[in-house]
């Protein structure tokens, strides 16, 4: 592209797995799908042990198939911040409750089935500065104006690799 990509962006893409984490190479196995407490546990999908942009962000787990509803409870170092019930498996970031501020963040979810509550299952991210997460945002932006766009298979290489560097 005429645009120059930052040299951080390829670097990511030189040392970029498909498994591991950046510190260690190694990743912990999750549970198995078809293990029996795997289909009683709400395993949380996202955000999950991240870096996240979005003050704001939305939640996602794993259906358990006996359950009727959920609640959703975020809270960090001071306490609990709100909790929220749903139906689903995903819930958007309350319009009520105020943005997150940068720092670490442990959210829980429950399922509850007619006879009451099931499993739990809690996961932890961390949003970043808001200059940060500009940065950010340019970094990927310059990578999708190099690349054709955001939705050229290229652009969404380079830019998730950037990203799963940089600990998105």
Do not use: M
Not at 64 to 78: E, F, G, H, K, Q
Not at 126 to 147: F, L, N, T
């Amino acid at each position: 592209g005429a645009e120059k990509l930052p040299r951080e962006a390829f670097a990511s893409v030189a040392s970029f797995r498909l498994s591991g984490s950046r510190e260690h190479g190694l990743v912990a196995a999750p549970a198995l799908r078809s293990t029996p407490a795997a289909k009683r546990t709400p395993e949380p999908l996202s955000p999950r042990d991240t870096d996240v942009l979005d003050e704001r962000p939305g939640f996602t787990w794993r259906e358990v198939s006996t359950a009727t509803r959920y609640a959703v409870r975020l809270s960090n170092a001071t306490g609990e911040l709100w909790s929220q019930d749903c139906a689903t498996p995903v819930l958007a970031f309350p319009p009520a409750a105020a943005p997150l501020g940068d720092g670490e963040y442990l959210w829980e979810v429950q399922a509850f089935g007619d006879a009451g509550p099931l499993e739990r299952a809690t996961a932890t991210f961390r949003v970043i500065p808001a200059v940060q997460a500009e940065a950010v945002r340019a970094v990927v932006a310059q990578i999708h104006g190099s690349a054709g766009g955001p939705d050229t298979p290229a652009a969404r290489y380079l830019a998730g690799a950037y990203l799963f560097e940089r600990g998105f």
